[in-house]
């Protein structure tokens, strides 16, 4: 069984946690996510995420650990997520999104996030407030 791994990042700085709200596909438009995207044939899941969020946000990011789950998508594509510190960059919406936030935990519920990125984003609120 050949499953993709589309990896997503709960990049933090300064105790708040990057929310990115995508521009398409249509039926995804509007809603909120943790940025990322698919994992590519010979890279790790760090690899994709430093790559997929330099493209889509102009960030260098360090991946830090997984949050541990993994969320089905659709047939053959599982979402699993990372915990991310922000190294250099101001994040800008260059691809896939249109409108970026950083949200602090008692944030967390402003935007509608995507329900299968729900859980990650708890995980990561939970991290983030017990720094
Ligand atoms: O850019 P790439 O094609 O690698 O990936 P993407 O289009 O950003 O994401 C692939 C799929 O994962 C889409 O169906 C997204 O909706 C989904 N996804 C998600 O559910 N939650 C995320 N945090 C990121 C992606």
Redesign the pocket.
Same mark, same amino acid.
């Given at each position: 069984m050949n499953e993709t791994v589309?990896v997503?990042g709960a990049v933090c700085d300064r105790g708040r946690l990057l929310a990115a709200r995508?521009s398409a596909p249509p039926e $995804?438009a509007g809603r909120w +996510?943790?940025? =990322? =995207?698919?994992v590519e044939p010979g890279e790790s899941p760090q690899q994709a995420l430093v790559r +997929?969020l330099r493209e889509e946000l102009g960030i260098e990011t360090e991946p830090l650990r997984r949050i541990a789950g993994e969320w089905p %998508?659709r047939p053959g594509?599982v $979402?699993h997520a990372w915990t991310a510190r922000l190294l250099d960059g101001e994040p800008r919406p260059l691809q /896939?999104h249109d409108e970026l936030r950083w949200l602090a935990p008692e944030e967390a519920d402003e935007v509608d996030w %995507?329900p299968? /990125?729900r859980p990650a984003v708890a995980e990561a609120m939970r991290i983030l407030g017990a720094l």
């Open positions: 589309v997503a995508r $995804l +996510e943790l940025p =990322g =995207g698919k +997929e %998508l594509l $979402l /896939d %995507l299968q /990125d």
